[in-house]
């Protein structure tokens, strides 16, 4: 019989248990679950886990409790540069953006670049430009606001320091989404606003296929959450296939292997989810928590936030 699986994550790092409200539980949780219900629809009907990622990451775009798209953070200017890829494990085809702006769903057009084939990365006014040819929509800067984010760069401009996603709390503000199809085919996906208050248009890992994304057939799909420098400089995704493919390795033992030690001794937190052929999901992270949710054929959407 034909499976599917399917995971996504909200970001790692957390506020801690005993500041969580119920009402922010509830919100986050209803986020999450309507994320997974998105690429679910997807996979049950016998869609491609592409598609599968990219909805499910739209999904989160659109909430303003995530850091991508409508919850973006803003920028050093008071503007929003986000970061979007994705990844098709059968093909090896990838679409990534970065520096874009008002493009809703960045991941769209991560997905859009992926399908054209001429190129893997695009960036700054030509991404948008590109967005525009495809007719994907535009909006202006206040849609991406929200009082929370204003709140966050206004304290952040007083220090002149580029900021976690934060307000009270220490999150790593990223989103992303695994998916295997039941064609045995695996995607990833990955969206960010990144740093409150960053500075010289600062890039982070999301839309570097293989540092905070990959997918390969042959050994797993992986989106990551933290921060950017250390998954760019530790090539984190793609560490972790390689550890499968040469070592022979499970996919939880290569992701722990990467986030528990390697990144720890470096430094580095956050965390990843993660799918292999076979439809294992690893759910792995250094921080407080990982906001994540997942599912498989037959099963009920789960949900978690700590360990």
């Not at 590109?130 to 206040?142: H, I, N, P, R």
Request: glycine share 14%; net charge negative; hydrophobic share 40%.
């Amino acid at each position: 019989m034909k499976q599917f699986a399917l995971a996504i994550h909200g970001g790692a790092g957390t506020l801690l248990p005993e500041e969580i409200t119920p009402e922010k539980q509830q919100a986050i949780d209803e986020g999450l679950r309507a994320a997974v219900s998105a690429g679910e629809a997807i996979l049950k009907n016998g869609g491609n886990a592409v598609e599968a990622v990219k909805m499910a990451v739209i999904s989160l775009e659109n909430c303003p409790l995530f850091n991508a798209g409508k919850g973006a953070v803003l920028d050093h200017e008071g503007s929003f540069e986000l970061e979007a890829s994705i990844m098709c494990g059968e093909t090896g085809e990838a679409g990534a953006v970065a520096g874009v702006r008002n493009v809703k769903n960045p991941v769209a057009l991560a997905e859009e670049v992926l399908k054209d084939g001429r190129f893997v990365m695009l960036h700054g006014e030509g991404a948008k430009d590109f967005a525009t040819e495809k007719g994907l929509e535009l909006v202006e800067d206040e849609y991406f606001l929200t009082a929370g984010r204003q709140k966050q760069w206004e304290a952040a401009r007083e220090t002149g320091e580029m900021l976690v996603d934060h307000d009270g709390e220490r999150k790593f503000g990223t989103v992303g989404a695994v998916a295997l199809d039941m064609d045995g085919n695996l995607a990833a996906a990955t969206s960010t606003g990144g740093l409150v208050n960053k500075q010289y248009s600062r890039l982070g890992d999301s839309a570097v296929i293989g540092a905070g994304t990959y997918a390969d057939n042959d050994t797993c799909a992986i989106s990551c959450t933290g921060y950017g420098e250390y998954f760019l400089r530790n090539v984190v995704a793609f560490d972790i296939a390689a550890r499968m493919d040469y070592g022979a390795k499970s996919l939880e033992k290569s992701a722990q292997e990467v986030v528990m030690k390697k990144l720890v001794e470096r430094g580095g937190e956050g965390g990843i989810i993660g799918l292999d052929g076979e439809g294992n999901i690893a759910l792995v992270f250094n921080s407080a928590g990982m906001y994540r949710a997942w599912v498989k054929s037959g099963g009920e959407i789960q949900t978690a936030i700590f360990e």
